[in-house]
């Protein structure tokens, strides 16, 4: 959600726990600019406030949500989610997002996409897709492109290791600047991820060993500082490098 603002300063509340019914923001001291709201967070007349517990974090230059440690994920339109491959019909996958409901992946969902190329997704493939439709009541859409129809990072995502975190965790993850374990990691050992905003995270490497360090560290990282982050990956290197 896109909200006008204007010459904003930072809300003294950001990285800190706030709850339902906190005013975060009040746009009646701004000018034109725009916000972007996330997840947690709810523009009632002039005001930002809180509806849900969590830190409220902000994304610079102008985007702010509310980070919750919840392994419920409830889909948004443009999340990025990692899901399985349920069942196969003609014209959609089902696939298991963690939300309520199955989402739906139309087969033509890809990057030039038509009836004659249709992916062969098995049932439990994983893939990493992109929320295009979202609301309370209907099955969740997905898409494997990004917003010009591009493949992008989408799509299956194949061998490496999946496993679920909370959903706070992910966005740490995404967060900018990068993350302060997979920076540290980053600087030892080559890898890849995929994390989706439903509380699922992909991690591969050149060497079992390393797919196994990296998840390990991704998940110890969640109630960590920046600081303790970078101690933890750089004590899981030692010993890797010692075994």
């Keep these: 959600m896109d909200v006008d603002t204007g010459n904003m300063t930072q809300t003294n509340l950001v990285d800190k726990v706030v709850v339902p019914g906190d005013v975060v923001l009040d746009l009646t001291k701004?000018?034109?600019q725009t916000i972007k709201l996330g997840s947690g967070l709810h523009q009632d007349c002039d005001y930002i406030s809180v509806m849900q517990a969590g830190k409220l974090r902000l994304s610079k230059p102008n985007k702010y949500w509310v980070e919750s440690s919840q392994k419920r994920y409830v889909?948004?339109?443009?999340?990025t989610v990692l899901g399985?491959?349920?069942?196969?019909r003609s014209d959609n996958f089902l696939v298991d997002i963690k939300a309520p409901n199955l989402a739906f992946l139309p087969v033509l969902a890809f990057e030039g996409g038509t009836r004659r190329n249709i992916p062969k997704f098995e049932t439990?493939?994983?893939i990493y897709a992109r929320?295009?439709?979202?609301?309370g009541i209907m099955n969740p859409e997905l898409s494997c492109t990004d917003a010009s129809g591009k493949a992008a990072e989408f799509g299956q995502l194949k061998n490496g290791y999946m496993f679920e975190t909370s959903t706070g965790l992910a966005r740490m993850l995404l967060s900018s600047p990068t993350c302060p374990?997979?920076?540290?990691?980053?600087?030892?050992?080559s890898f890849e991820t995929a994390v989706g905003l439903n509380g699922r995270v992909w991690v591969n490497a050149s060497s079992p060993d390393d797919v196994i360090l990296v998840s390990n560290a991704?998940?110890?990282s969640e109630f960590l500082s920046g600081t303790q982050q970078r101690?933890?990956?750089?004590?899981l290197l030692e010993r890797l490098q010692k075994s």
């Design 30 to 32: 701004m000018e034109n």
């Design 84 to 88: 399985i491959v349920v069942e196969h």
């Design 181 to 189: 374990v997979l920076e540290a990691l980053g600087k030892k050992i």
């Design 75 to 79: 889909p948004r339109l443009e999340d």
């Design 231 to 235: 101690i933890m990956a750089e004590k």
């Design 218 to 220: 991704i998940m110890r």
């Design 131 to 135: 929320v295009v439709k979202a609301n």
């Design 124 to 126: 439990g493939t994983l």
